[in-house]
T-cell receptor, first 113, second 113 residues
């Protein structure tokens, strides 16, 4: 079945460092890909999305490009801030599966001043 | 516009009991999905309801059930609780724009003793 694999955390960075969180997927169809963020004590927030190959999703300085040839959707940010500390989830949805999302295991990011 | 509301936010039950969780979607959203989040298994899809009908179901035992009312509010029920059911239960409502317009609630944290 479809699956998502993320790099393990926790990831600890200093403020203004470059961030990469790797995400690869396995899917039989043509999924849409997402990154969600979960701040402590809160639910999930959609960070960015891409619906087809070579699409680039971006939001709040974060970017990710849908790479079909490498089945990847890595999350990047050029300069992280303390306020970016959270857990990040990569996810996919199959267009034939309605509202069902398949999530990666999550990567905890801690940014130190 | 009010967000997704989940009640209660916290719950403590003992093994063998049953529990009902409630989710009120964003006004105008007709689809509601439920997810279970645990440290060991991560985020897993439980089921999805659209217009009072279950449209999709994850791989959970029959002890987990749900329903949706005509006002789109949804409930999920877990019978004969087990220790492993301790988790954060997240509800998400989906707008007419599809899964890209999915918004999550803050979750109900269930502790089974």
């Amino acid at each position: 079945g479809d699956s998502v694999t993320q790099m393990e955390g926790p990831v600890t960075l200093s403020e203004e460092a470059f961030l990469t969180i790797n995400c690869t997927y396995t899917a039989t169809g043509y999924p849409s890909l997402f990154w969600y963020v979960q701040y402590p004590g809160e639910g999930l927030q959609l960070l960015l999305k891409a619906t087809k190959a070579d699409d680039k999703g971006s939001n709040k300085g974060f970017e990710a490009t849908y790479r079909k040839e490498t089945t990847s959707f890595h999350l990047e940010k050029g300069s992280v801030q303390v306020s970016d500390s959270a857990v990040y989830f990569c996810a996919l949805s199959d267009r034939n599966q309605g509202g069902k999302l398949i999530f990666g295991q999550g990567t905890e990011l801690s940014v130190k001043p | 516009k009010a967000g997704v509301t989940q009640t209660p936010r916290y719950l403590i039950k003992t093994r063998g009991q049953q529990v009902t969780l409630s989710c009120s979607p964003i006004s105008g959203h007709r689809s509601v999905s439920w997810y279970q989040q645990t440290p060991g298994q991560g985020l897993q899809f439980l089921f999805e309801y659209f217009s009072e009908t279950q449209r999709n179901k994850g791989n959970f035992p029959g002890r987990f059930s749900g329903r949706q009312f005509s006002n789109s509010r949804s409930e999920m029920n877990v019978s004969t609780l087990e220790l492993g059911d301790s988790a954060l239960y997240l509800c998400a409502s989906v707008g007419t724009g599809g899964i890209e317009t999915q918004y999550f609630g803050p979750g109900t944290r269930l502790l089974v003793l």
